[in-house]
């Protein structure tokens, strides 16, 4: 009788659940009508987006598809050893982590100045008891040690063997070795200065940013659950490349993918526009302009950026969907958006208020 009843209630979430969703997409269909009425052109962006589809092999879109979801995952697997090391008594799961790291990626993926970053530490602070933003911040810091090794490696293969790549978002400093130098001198030298003003603020904080940092106390725990998993997500990272370069019939070599991996960085750092569109094809174009026409280049860096981005919006919510529900997940993210807006602001203004002359 009780496991007549179980079915009975297996079954009845089970339809309730497939209602939910039926009910997302019917009001997602209503959206993008509604907001092709008002001007805003939703479904020429999804038209677009199915004709670049069509354009790429099927295998390439679910080996990409696949290889993308592997890299969010292993990443957020590295986010998941930082928070369990820095708040060992809470009890954290891996999707809540995942879910959380999936919202990051997908915003970033249309969202300027990677606001979808400091969404999800915002997100971690709310949901993990006992968390502040200092010490979320600090296993951010921690995070990006495993990936800005491998991204200065590539940065330097990029400038020593890609001609031209350094000057179409940097203009003039290809070519004067000296001045960039001179510039790279200059922003340690502030590095220094910035860190020497802010010893005061730093002792303030010290204590909860050590705290994001307890899983480097750990060597082997930082090397199989930080170091590896990264590893891995930035081997799935250069696979994605390798997959569209061969939908578009450009030489999948070492040298193409390490290139196109340098140039795609380099371009989401320095541009402020959302996913860095346009620099990110600039860039794509000159890290190939050897090896094929920069129409195809041109074409390949567009497919996989509107597939890869879109699956990534689609990966977001569903998980978000699945971990916190269609409305909390929402409200959830609605507020840390609202609060990431507000810190970036007085980011920003702080630095202004730096920056200008004082006067009295």
Request: charged residues 15%; positive net charge; proline residues 3%.
């Amino acid at each position: 009788m009780r496991r007549w009843r179980a079915g009975l209630a297996d079954d009845d979430a089970l339809v309730s659940r497939l209602t939910r969703i039926a009910i997302w997409i019917a009001g997602i269909a209503i959206l993008i009508l509604v907001l092709d009425l008002l001007g805003v052109p939703v479904g020429d962006w999804i038209r677009a987006l199915f004709k670049k589809i069509r354009e790429v092999p099927a295998w390439a879109v679910v080996a990409g598809i696949v290889l993308q979801s592997t890299q969010t995952i292993l990443a957020a697997f590295a986010w998941l050893t930082i928070l369990r090391a820095a708040f060992p008594r809470v009890r954290i799961t891996f999707r809540l982590v995942l879910a959380s790291y999936a919202v990051a990626v997908a915003m970033n993926s249309f969202l300027p100045a990677n606001i979808g970053t400091l969404v999800m530490l915002i997100m971690f602070t709310t949901v993990i008891a006992g968390a502040t933003f200092a010490a979320v911040f600090s296993g951010y810091l921690v995070q990006k040690i495993p990936f800005t090794i491998f991204n200065i490696a590539v940065y330097l293969y990029l400038f020593l063997s890609v001609a031209g790549s350094f000057s179409i978002k940097l203009s003039g400093l290809a070519n004067h070795k000296v001045l960039a130098i001179v510039l790279t001198v200059g922003f340690g030298l502030l590095l220094v200065l910035t860190t020497r003003v802010f010893r005061k603020q730093w002792a303030k904080f010290r204590d909860q940013l050590i705290v994001g940092g307890k899983v480097l106390g750990s060597p082997r725990r930082a090397l199989t659950g930080l170091f590896l998993p990264e590893l891995g997500s930035y081997l799935a990272r250069l696979a994605i490349i390798a997959v569209f370069l061969g939908a578009y019939s450009i030489p999948v070599t070492f040298d193409n993918v390490v290139s196109v991996t340098a140039s795609n960085s380099i371009s989401n750092t320095v541009s402020v526009t959302p996913g860095g569109v346009g620099v990110t094809q600039a860039m794509n174009s000159a890290a190939l302009s050897k090896e094929t026409s920069a129409n195809t280049a041109t074409a390949y860096s567009a497919s996989q950026q509107l597939i890869t981005s879109s699956w990534n919006v689609v990966f977001a919510i569903a998980l978000v969907s699945w971990v916190f529900g269609w409305s909390g997940g929402k409200a959830l993210i609605a507020k840390s958006y609202e609060e990431a807006k507000s810190r970036s602001q007085e980011m920003k203004d702080r630095h202004q208020a730096r920056s200008s002359p004082s006067t009295g």
